[in-house]
T-cell receptor, first 111, second 113 residues
Framework: DAKTTQPPSMDCAEGRAANLPCNHS???????VYWYRQIHSQGPQYIIH???NNETNEMASLIITEDRKSSTLILPHATLRDTAVYYC????????????FGAGTQVVVTP | GAVVSQHPSRVICKSGTSVKIECRSL??????MFWYRQFPKQSLMLMAT?????????EQGVEKDKFLINHASLTLSTLTVTSAHPEDSSFYIC?????????FGSGTRLTVV
């Protein structure tokens, strides 16, 4: 039973912002939203996570709606190296929380 | 940042033999580690949660006698695929929780011939 819904694929032009949506309408109050990406044949790479507030780091920004039922990952200036599968995951904040991956979004950045 | 080292990166074994994959947290202690399996063009599937000093917790449908997990120290968890068969060929990935995030190893490509 998928806890998140993402579009299966999206294209983005190099240098433009990439906005990746994620629906998590059944998210619980203690669950964080995590974003990871996986470049082909590598382990997933952490991007960002948040609970309620919008978050920003050197890689991306995470915008969470006020009702927390959806979020958007923003890659401000996409490069060819950002081509990857992006996973949006919700998981409890306690130490026993485990990450269950959905199908993710295949992002292809084109020149 | 937190680093998880996974070894080997690739392994080819004969059908019927066993293969051990190691997962180490290099600069932090991990009381809990996770093991995933990923088939081509599919997402990561959680196999089990590895707990230091206690038995692993397996996800539904994962054979605990086939996929032996040992987490004997705070920095090392091992996954042994016993009596491997071609259908066990897959990409195996470990993960450890550190602080508020999860760090993943680089994965092990297992090919059973």
């Amino acid at each position: 039973d998928a806890k998140t819904t993402q579009p299966p694929s999206m294209d983005c032009a190099e240098g433009r912002a990439a906005n990746l949506p994620c629906n998590h309408s059944t998210i619980s109050g203690n669950e964080y939203v995590y974003w990871y990406r996986q470049i082909h044949s590598q382990g997933p790479q952490y991007i960002i996570h948040g609970l309620k507030n919008n978050e920003t780091n050197e890689m991306a920004s995470l915008i969470i709606t006020e009702d927390r039922k959806s979020s958007t990952l923003i890659l401000p200036h996409a490069t060819l190296r950002d081509t990857a599968v992006y996973y949006c995951i919700v998981s409890p904040s306690d130490s026993w929380g485990k990450l269950q991956f959905g199908a993710g979004t295949q992002v292809v950045v084109t020149p | 940042g937190a680093v998880v080292s996974q070894h080997p990166s690739r392994v080819i074994c004969k059908s019927g033999t066993s293969v051990k994959i190691e997962c180490r947290s290099l600069d932090f202690q991990a009381t809990t580690m996770f093991w995933y399996r990923q088939f081509p063009k599919q997402s990561l599937m959680l196999m089990a949660t590895s707990n230091e000093g206690s038995k692993a917790t397996y996800e539904q449908g994962v054979e605990k006698d086939k996929f032996l997990i040992n987490h004997a120290s705070l920095t090392l968890s091992t996954l042994t695929v016993t009596s491997a068969h071609p259908e066990d060929s897959s990409f195996y990935i470990c993960s450890a929780r550190e602080g508020g995030g999860y760090t993943f190893g680089s994965g092990t490509r297992l090919t059973v011939v």
